[in-house]
């Protein structure tokens, strides 16, 4: 039986790949199950300085798989289901290594949130998006409610959510939902030229960066007094006496997460 998330790791980069082609990358237990796996291995792999997330054939990922969300029984075991799926996005969102989402082709519902999770986005001109949940009688999930707003706004979010509606790549763009459009020719050659760029970044930088970004809670205050304690520390780590270092000498730095 194939697998249903495949990972493999070259030149400091983990690709994680949703492999339901048939259904459309849709999410069913194995799926989750897989993407935690590969999450799991990602992290612990500290060969591995960036991230990308794509899915196998015409999707990146159509959202949940109805017919095995059909086959659910009680509420108790849905609700697991649905918890599990909501953390692989807030795991995208606290790992300390970038993660870019390669998305090339349809994406709907949970794949719309899960690709919001990551930290830049690259997509086929060719794509779709579509909040698809009221369609069926559900609300967003997969951290939809958080992503999408903080995205687009709360009106546009709205409205997309209300209706469902299927938008294309450059409407998505548009609305700052994507990173990059590219036509499907060169869009794996720019999604893996940044993904070389983040992996030979200094990794401490790159990572608290992350995780300061991605706590909106925090007041200018408490942005200052982090920034104050943090760049202190981080002026005595070799990445920072290599980058000064290299930029004196007019080389790339070889950064190494110390």
Not at 63 to 80: F, M, P, V, W
Not at 94 to 112: D, R, S
Not at 177 to 206: F, G, Q, T, W
């Amino acid at each position: 039986m194939e697998e249903a998330v495949l990972y493999v790791v070259e030149n400091n980069i983990a690709t994680i790949t949703m492999n339901r082609p048939k259904s459309l990358n849709s999410m069913n237990d194995g799926l989750i199950d897989g993407l935690h796996a590969a999450l799991d291995k990602a992290v612990a792999d500290a060969e591995v300085r960036a991230i990308v997330l794509t899915g196998n054939g015409k999707a990146f990922c159509a959202g949940g798989d109805l017919s095995y969300l059909n086959g659910l029984n009680g509420t108790a075991e849905k609700k697991s289901f649905i918890a599990k799926v909501g953390d692989v996005a807030k795991r995208i969102t606290t790992i300390e290594k970038p993660v870019i989402a390669w998305v090339n082709g349809v994406t709907a519902g949970a794949g719309v949130n899960l690709m919001l999770a990551c930290d830049l986005i690259y997509a086929s001109g060719k794509a779709r998006f579509g909040e698809s949940f009221a369609k069926v009688g559900l609300i967003p999930d997969c951290g939809g409610l958080y992503f999408l707003p903080k995205a687009i706004g709360v009106h546009k979010a709205k409205e997309l959510m209300f209706t469902g509606d299927l938008i294309d790549a450059a409407t998505a763009k548009e609305l700052g939902m994507l990173n990059h459009v590219c036509e499907d020719a060169e869009l794996k050659a720019k999604v893996y030229e940044m993904a070389a760029r983040l992996a030979a970044s200094a990794p401490l930088a790159i990572g608290l960066t992350k995780k300061y970004l991605n706590n909106t809670a925090l007041t200018l205050d408490e942005v200052l007094a982090i920034e104050e304690t943090t760049q202190a520390l981080l002026m005595g780590t070799d990445d920072c006496k290599e980058g000064i270092a290299a930029f004196y000498e007019k080389r790339a730095p070889q950064f190494t997460g110390k």
